[in-house]
């Protein structure tokens, strides 16, 4: 994995923790603590794919962020080239990561196991007046991407009788919407 770096026009692809430390030292009123290094390593070689950026004044930050990209032309060229990195991951994965939302989109063709929380309608006993609920609804999905699933869990929900049409459903990104990819094994060998 290769790190691009940028500080106002400064910026550079490097192939190691070590050589964007150097570049990093390169910059006008930065201090490079021991905690800071320390982080910094932590962030490199761990898991999470997002950017970071860290604060060299107020206002004033230098960015951090992973790429497959081994020169700066590439980068450019490749749109950024972060996110290639876990094509080859979606393939394999049983739960929600913490970059779930970057493989809403992406197609993966089999069957879901689709769960959906939101703020159902429904109408008080005792005053006779409307309240939202809220109300957890799961189902097997056969779908070509997480999105897809989502998207044909609230189709059928707003296509049922018993569901006012005033119900709100979260979106697709939150943290009301979960998805587990089951494969591309029929319904039947899903144990339902």
């Known amino acids: ?9 400064d910026e550079v692809v ?14 006008d009123g930065f201090n490079m603590t021991p905690d800071f290094v320390e982080d910094f390593r ?7 794919p997002f950017p970071k950026k860290y604060k060299v ?3 004033v930050y230098f960015i951090v962020i992973k790429t497959q ?16 990195q876990f094509e080859d991951e979606f393939q394999g994965f049983r739960r929600r990561e913490p970059y779930t939302t970057i493989r809403l989109n992406e197609e993966c063709p089999g069957w879901y196991d689709g769960t959906l929380n939101f703020k159902r309608v429904v109408i008080n006993s005792n005053t006779g007046k409307f309240d939202y609920m809220d109300t957890t609804f799961q189902a097997l999905v056969k779908a070509i991407s997480p ?3 989502y998207n044909r869990i609230v189709e059928h929900l707003r296509s049922r009788d018993d569901v006012d049409p005033r119900s709100q459903f979260p979106s697709a990104k939150g943290k009301n919407y979960k998805y587990v990819y089951l494969g591309l094994k029929p319904y039947e060998e899903l144990g339902v």
């Open 42 to 48: 932590e962030y490199t070689e761990g898991s999470m």
């Open 69 to 84: 990209a081994s020169t700066l032309e590439e980068f450019k060229a490749n749109g950024k080239g972060g996110e290639e």
């Open 14 to 27: 490097v192939t190691s923790a070590d050589e964007a430390l150097e570049f990093i030292s390169h910059i």
């Open 147 to 149: 999105l897809d699933c």
């Open 57 to 59: 004044r107020p206002r």
């Open 1 to 9: 994995m290769n790190l691009y770096l940028r500080y106002f026009d």
